[in-house]
T-cell receptor
Framework: KAGVTQTPRYLIKTRGQQVTLSCSPI?????VSWYQQTPGQGLQFLFE???????NKGNFPGRFSGRQFSNSRSEMNVSTLELGDSALYLC???????????????FGPGTRLTVL | AQTVTQSQPEMSVQEAETVTLSCTYD???????LFWYKQPPSRQMILVIR??????QNATENRFSVNFQKAAKSFSLKISDSQLGDAAMYFC???????????FGKGTKLSVIP
């Protein structure tokens, strides 16, 4: 099975612009989560989508948004970029079923966003 | 709110030796999971080991094992017979009850000395 893929791998933007990142989960996985990784704040949860619905959201401003398509691919969008948005953005996929169990999240290689 | 604390920002170990990475967490849940993830310099995060809180037995995966102390809310990772490929950032992580929202510790950078 192919792993989680993220595109693009590297991105350079300037302040005020917006950016869209893409994540393709492992085939059959319906849950996609997004995380921001920075040296200062570490890994922080952004949001999780399951079957096109946002199930959980982290503590990020409204400039950060996401969506999930019927094929489970997910995109996240950051509008009005700030210097502090420079980070590695990781997505993770899982089968996403709940009911007391937990299924492993598989991470993608990440998208390195640099805001100038 | 759940918190995960890794008090060792960096550690080093000689090849073939054993090293233990520490993690403490805070939760009001009684049944939960805990994870150790490894992030090598290539950046792809992979799951090393998982522990289910209701299980008394500590989890083991080949050279990796945990020391899970539920009452103390401690979850340390022991790496035996360390190899050069073990050099990476290691993150302790806890998912919120019933969710896939992982809370990560700040990580421990492990160096393996040949």
């Amino acid at each position: 099975k192919a792993g989680v893929t993220q595109t693009p791998r590297y991105l350079i933007k300037t302040r005020g612009q917006q950016v869209t990142l893409s994540c393709s989960p492992i085939s059959g996985h319906r849950s996609v989560s997004w995380y921001q990784q920075t040296p200062g704040q570490g890994l922080q949860f952004l949001f999780e989508y399951f079957s096109e619905t946002q199930r959980n959201k982290g503590n990020f401003p409204g400039r950060f948004s996401g969506r999930q398509f019927s094929n489970s691919r997910s995109e996240m969008n950051v509008s009005t970029l700030e210097l502090g948005d420079s980070a590695l953005y990781l997505c993770a996929s899982s089968t996403g079923t709940s009911g007391g169990s937990y299924n492993e999240q598989f991470f993608g290689p990440g998208t390195r966003l640099t805001v100038l | 709110a759940q918190t995960v604390t890794q008090s060792q920002p960096e550690m080093s170990v000689q090849e073939a030796e054993t090293v233990t990475l520490s993690c403490t967490y805070d939760t009001s849940e009684s049944d939960y999971y805990l994870f150790w993830y490894k992030q090598p310099p290539s950046r792809q995060m992979i799951l090393v080991i998982r522990q289910e809180a209701y299980k008394q037995q500590n989890a083991t995966e080949n050279r990796f094992s945990v020391n899970f102390q539920k009452a103390a809310k401690s979850f340390s990772l022991k790496i035996s017979d360390s190899q050069l490929g073990d050099a990476a950032m290691y993150f302790c992580a806890y998912p919120g009850a019933g969710s896939y929202q992982l809370t990560f510790g700040k990580g421990t950078k492990l160096s393996v000395i040949p």
